[in-house]
């Protein structure tokens, strides 16, 4: 019976670790996709490590990156010839 319950405790702490995996890549990716979208570039440590990644959307908005990026594609809207 013992047995029983030591092997019931180990799968269930095994199924929680999985399922806390599984959360920490789902986040991780949905990071990275957000990152990208944004500002062009992968996340950094402190998005990666972040436990809701799309409640920081607003942050990047205010970052030079994707100030940068936004700024060229609509100089490439504007623009009808390249420049400087």
Known sequence: MIRIAALVAVLSATAALAQSNEELDKRERCAVRVAIAI??????AELMASIDPQAQADALLDTTDFIERYARFINTQFNRTPGG
Do not use: A, I, S, V
């Open 39 to 44: 500002t062009g570039r992968g996340p950094d």
